[in-house]
DNA sequence: CCGTCATATGTACAATTGTACATATTCGAG
DNA sequence: CTCGAATATGTACAATTGTACATATGACGG
């Protein structure tokens, strides 16, 4: 029982508090952006004491990197289920289009979020091999449907509308976005 | 004779400081990132002592942007010169080719320098105006060209695949961009 | 040649930062 | 119940930041 008692509820007081910060951090990073994301901004945005941050985390670094890589991964993992459930051409045509539409790729918050992970990996090779890894299993998942050209294209339409949509004054139309699916897939 | 005096030598003993110090800033932000740009680092890389920077922007932020509106401006420049020379669709969907692979819009700096636009202009308005224009004069040089639909996606398809061009171990085969513009642009 | 004012510099300072660390609290084994 | 160790906290500090400002320097009209 003290076994069972072990795996239900560890020995931490609050065992989340670190998952739970990693997510007020994303949220204070889309705010202020990496430049203005400190310790005490996301200790203060989850209700903890400074130390708690230290403590958890290694470092800003650290921090950094273990929100952006659950964005990446919880990315990725949507853009897969996505993927996987389409079954035929035509089905994953029409997935594509639903993220590109959608909220998890789509939504002002993630893409900006982008931003901000794209241009810290470029300096950081923790946070490179992440978008490395997330732009892999997109491309992979996205091969499961389409030969290689038209994944490469379809990967940088979906980058490139996502982009458009969460910085345009008026978001392009969902019948645009369909259309621009359907050039460069019927064609190949 | 003073008054050409006065017009070729201004009274600034060093007249074009102001310029190279935003090109500087460029420099130090594609390294170190918006979050590492110091106006410390900005006057050592440009050799020049820490007051002057107080004394030729009103503040950090008037730096970024000012740099920010260089990068904009001198992007637009290119794009719309690169399609204003092209002469009939084929030439244009060439000209779009050409901007995706050449250094302009393709280089690693300028790319990365972008993202890090993107993401002061999502949360600083005056910095957020410089993207609108910069979007607004390229999608008008589209348009001279193409039809708005078009337009669209080969704005997005552009965005994309620079980015994929600059963070992608493999970049893109020009072949692989040469077909993507066509199969945009031809089904139109 | 000289005075005056824009241009340029060096220094100082208050504010904010990341992080170390001594202390407190809580849990679970025996 | 007790005790040791993991978990959590509050505080302090050195380093770095943006910026103000008193001073210096140079150009140019007179």
């Not at 997510?23 to 901004?41: C, F, P, Q, S």
């Not at 294209?153 to 978001?171: F, Q, T, V, Y």
């Amino acid at each position: 029982m003290s076994a069972a008692r072990k795996a239900s509820r560890p020995r931490r007081h609050d065992p989340e508090r670190r998952d739970r910060l990693i997510d007020v951090a994303l949220d204070v990073i889309a705010e202020h952006g990496v430049a203005g994301t400190t310790h005490r901004k996301v200790a203060a945005a989850a209700d903890v004491p400074l130390g708690s941050m230290t403590y958890h985390f290694a470092g800003i670094e650290d921090l950094l990197t273990a929100a952006f890589t659950k964005l990446a991964t919880t990315a990725a993992d949507g853009f897969e289920d996505a993927l996987r459930t389409a079954d035929g051409t035509e089905a994953a045509r029409e997935a594509v289009v639903g993220l590109i539409t959608g909220e998890l790729l789509g939504s002002r918050r993630n893409v900006l979020l982008t931003y901000e992970l794209y241009a810290l990996a470029a300096r950081n090779p923790d946070v490179r091999r992440v978008t490395d890894a997330w732009m892999a299993r997109s491309r992979t998942a996205l091969e499961h449907h389409f030969d290689p050209p038209t994944t490469i294209m379809l990967d940088a339409l979906i980058e490139g509308l996502s982009i458009h949509r969460a910085l345009a004054l008026d978001p392009t139309p969902n019948a645009v976005v369909r259309d621009a699916v359907r050039r460069i897939v019927t064609s190949s």
